[in-house]
């Protein structure tokens, strides 16, 4: 994954000049040791703001860009709190429980210091993570770090990410459109094309010489029968095109994603449908999204983030026919039909995340509007379809509703092993009391037809980050007879 952040982790441990400083370095020497190699031990133990200046000094040089704030004892509000204002990146902060032996001069009463410390972060108007218990064991401190990186990595990604666009939504794909008012607040810069932008560019690399390089990867990926070896040169140079148009463009930001205009014109224009190639980028850590789906690539790139995966963005599409249900889910899987649906999109799903059927094809839907009826297709072609891989997903989508405010929705599933009988990138999912989630988040909180999906549990993890970045609202799906705001309490 070439577009996400590498974390270096830091520690500094703080300390309440009325208790003994030796006892919260000892307790963060401790959790250096539990948590292994790959975090730096500040030496410096804050107990004063200009310690607090020099140890986030100290650390900013070593590079460190996520930092471990450490309660060894009660720990000093001001100085502790002014590490968080001044250190420039995510910070975490864990406290030291009990239990060295000695519970008179071994007391430190960090369980009590992070009360304070909350309190001055909010009073300081200063935003960091502090874990569900937050107080621990040099073990189990060590594990609070662990969770913390997937979190932090993301952090770092949004606050350093540009959103590429090329062209408006398409007509009545005004779902996809959202106020851009939200990609500020967290953080994040955009810069808007035009389709026409994209295609003088992708003109001006025509007989580019590592086009024959990138067209020999894609055929080795793909394997021989699954491709058309015709369009290969077309695809690679739009492949370099779009990876150039980052590198040039990125500007003062580290990662890009894209959220481009893939139809009705483009194919036409450009000689081929850009979804297999989007999928290639998307398993690199650049997502890049359909329908100019901003909020869309947002989502994908937060997922990435958090897994170091390939993710995608899919159409929350069809429901599944009951005859499929009926021979293949019922009595095998515990899924009511109204729990499952199917997940679609024209073919940008990675094809390391999709079924060994998996090959370049056409887009049906296209070819019936933009091709003459009956003929074979042509530019519609560029597809990557075939049935999405079984496995654990979460499903989510980090959006700016029409009002201006950021919402969230979380839903942990899993992809079923059955065949979906259907055409392009598709997939069968199963995910608990979707039927009411359905109605009372995604149509109650107007929500777009578009998903990110992430090849793995990771709720827990993104949870937490969308409530690191501020974000108030993030929806999940609740479990039986927990009901929804307004959902009718006499409904079976």
């Known amino acids: 994954m070439v577009n996400i952040p590498e974390v270096k982790l830091g520690i500094i441990a703080v300390s309440r000049d009325c208790f003994p400083i030796a006892l919260s370095t000892a307790r963060r020497e401790a959790i250096v040791k539990a948590y292994g190699e790959g975090i730096y031990n500040c030496k410096i133990t804050v107990e004063n703001e200009k310690d607090a200046l020099k140890a986030v000094e100290e650390v900013t040089a070593q590079g460190v860009n996520a930092l471990v704030v450490f309660l060894g004892n009660f720990g000093p509000e001001t100085p502790e709190t002014l590490i968080c204002k001044h250190f420039d990146g995510p910070v975490m902060y ?47 401190c060590a594990e609070m770090i662990r ?74 990926e793909m394997g021989e029968g699954r491709y058309y070896p015709e369009l290969l040169e077309r695809m690679a140079q739009f492949e370099i095109t779009l990876l150039d148009w980052a590198e040039a463009h990125k500007g003062a930001r580290k990662y890009v994603a894209f959220a481009d205009k893939c139809w009705p014109a483009f194919p036409e224009q ?54 499929i249900y009926d021979e293949d889910i019922a009595g095998k899987f515990d899924y009511r039909i109204t729990d499952t649906f199917m997940g679609f999109h024209c073919g940008n799903t990675p094809e390391c995340k999709m079924c060994d059927t ?51 929705y979380i839903a942990e599933g899993e992809v079923l092993p059955v065949a979906t009988r259907s055409f392009g990138g598709i997939g069968i999912f199963a995910i608990p009391e979707m039927g009411r989630f359905y109605r009372h988040v995604l149509i109650n909180k107007r929500y777009p037809h578009h998903g990110a999906v992430a090849f793995a549990h990771c709720g827990k993890a993104m949870f937490e980050v969308f409530k690191y970045l501020g974000v108030k609202d993030i929806a999940y799906n609740h479990p039986a007879g927990v009901l929804y705001k307004g959902e009718n309490p006499f409904s079976k």
């Open 94 to 140: 864990v406290a030291a429980a009990e239990g060295d032996g000695d519970m008179i001069n071994g007391r430190g009463d960090a369980y009590c210091g992070m009360l304070n410390c909350s309190y001055n972060l909010g009073m300081r108007h200063l935003q960091a993570y502090i874990p569900e218990y937050p107080v621990g064991t040099a073990e189990e």
């Open 147 to 220: 969770e913390f990186v997937p979190i932090a990595r993301a952090f770092i990604g949004v606050k350093n990410l540009k959103i590429i666009t090329f062209g408006p939504r398409p007509q009545d794909f005004f779902a996809c459109n959202a106020p851009i008012k939200g990609l500020y607040e967290l953080g994040v810069e955009i810069e808007e094309n035009s389709e026409l932008d994209l295609l003088v560019s992708y003109k001006a690399h025509a007989g580019d010489p590592r086009i024959k390089e990138v067209c020999e990867d894609m055929a080795k």
């Open 270 to 323: 450009f000689g081929f449908e850009p979804c297999y190639v989007n999928s290639r980028l998307a398993s690199r850590g650049i997502p890049v999204s359909c329908e100019v789906d901003i909020y869309g690539a947002l989502s994908e790139y937060i997922g990435a983030c958090i897994t170091g995966d390939a993710v995608t963005l899919l159409d929350i599409n069809n429901s599944v026919p009951k005859y």
């Open 358 to 408: 998996r090959a370049v094809k056409y887009q049906l839907i296209q070819h019936r509007l933009l091709e003459p009826a009956g003929s074979e297709p042509d530019f519609t072609r560029g597809t990557l379809e075939g049935d999405i891989a079984p496995g654990e997903i979460t499903f989510y989508r980090l959006q700016c509703d029409s009002e201006g405010n950021l919402r969230s």
